[in-house]
């Protein structure tokens, strides 16, 4: 049997996540009998108190909103993806007590689309302009070597996502929303908007669409993923994100690789399909 070590997964709300079922099915697989993982309703004000109680059996935290910036001044270092986006998912927790911060987001949404055969495009289209959007834009820096038009609803949404286009040294076009149905040619499209916004663009899908990276997991599939599969389309769900990120923290977390990505996605898969 394993040590015992302990890892966990904070946000409020944090009901909802499947973090514990991803990374659970990794242990299991990996025979790490003694590693246990839970969630924890933490907010920003919680969080000092809460990192300041752990005790050595604790090896990692995942970080969802609202904790993935509030935690950055409790850490003693965050590598330069974390930086880059000025927001860590990922906590490692060293025995000599120093706590390392990281974001798997940026390299499992590129991991996520290269399973499905996406490694580079000459251009991309992203929708929305939230949080996500500027993961998929340091995303998008690695694989796209042409222009990315991102569709806002705002000037204040375009204004900020010009500079996270600034911060990540990444070329952008800023475009109204109402031209939306403009980004469904694109090589590449990643939805980043809340469930319901794109449905109304799934008429508007082309004759042969190309890739859709909708992040979206829960209710799956959306109306644009389920159309554009059904024209054809790529398609990459929030799942696959959500699986690859989890990848990534698993192996730091516990020092073993590769983690079982394929166990990993049937263990979420089954839970998903019992909500």
């Known amino acids: 049997m394993s040590p015992a070590r302990r890892a966990a997964v904070l946000g409020s709300p944090i009901a909802h996540s499947l973090?514990?079922?991803?990374?659970?099915?990794?242990?299991?697989?990996?025979?790490?009998?003694?590693w246990t993982y839970d969630r924890f309703d933490v907010d920003e004000a919680a969080l000092p108190g809460f990192l300041d109680g752990l005790g050595p059996e604790w090896a990692g935290l995942s970080l969802t909103m609202p904790l993935k910036r509030a935690v950055i001044p409790l850490l003693d270092e965050i590598s330069e993806t974390a930086s880059a986006v000025d927001a860590v998912n990922t906590v490692v927790l060293h025995e000599d007590g120093r706590r390392t911060g990281d974001?798997?987001?940026?390299?499992?949404?590129?991991?996520?689309?290269?399973?499905?055969?996406?490694?580079?495009?000459?251009?991309?289209?992203?929708?929305?302009?939230?949080a996500t959007a500027s993961s998929a834009l340091a995303a998008l820096a690695r694989i796209c070597t042409g222009e990315i038009?991102?569709?806002?609803?705002?000037?204040?949404?375009?204004?900020?996502?010009?500079?996270?286009?600034?911060?990540?040294?990444?070329?952008?076009?800023?475009a109204d929303w109402a031209d939306?149905?403009?980004?469904?040619?694109?090589?590449?499209?990643?939805?980043?908007?809340p469930a319901g916004t794109t449905d109304a663009l799934a008429a508007a899908i082309p004759e042969r669409p190309a890739a859709?990276?909708?992040?979206?997991?829960?209710?799956w599939p959306t109306t644009l993923a389920a159309r554009w599969s059904a024209y054809g389309?790529?398609?990459?769900?929030?799942?696959?994100?959500?699986?690859?990120?989890?990848?990534?923290?698993?192996?730091?977390m516990t020092g073993r690789a590769p983690a079982p990505v394929n166990a990993m996605r049937r263990a979420g898969e089954h839970a998903l399909a019992e909500r």
């Open 19 to 34: 973090s514990p079922v991803l990374h659970r099915a990794a242990y299991a697989e990996l025979g790490l009998t003694g």
């Open 149 to 174: 038009a991102v569709y806002v609803r705002s000037e204040a949404r375009a204004a900020e996502m010009r500079q996270w286009a600034e911060r990540l040294d990444v070329g952008i076009r800023v």
């Open 212 to 219: 859709l990276f909708d992040v979206l997991y829960d209710p």
């Open 103 to 130: 974001n798997t987001d940026i390299p499992g949404m590129v991991a996520a689309l290269a399973e499905h055969g996406i490694e580079k495009v000459d251009s991309a289209a992203v929708l929305g302009a939230g």
């Open 233 to 252: 389309g790529a398609v990459v769900s929030g799942l696959d994100l959500l699986v690859h990120q989890a990848v990534l923290q698993v192996e730091q």
């Open 180 to 193: 939306a149905e403009q980004a469904l040619r694109a090589p590449l499209v990643v939805a980043t908007t």
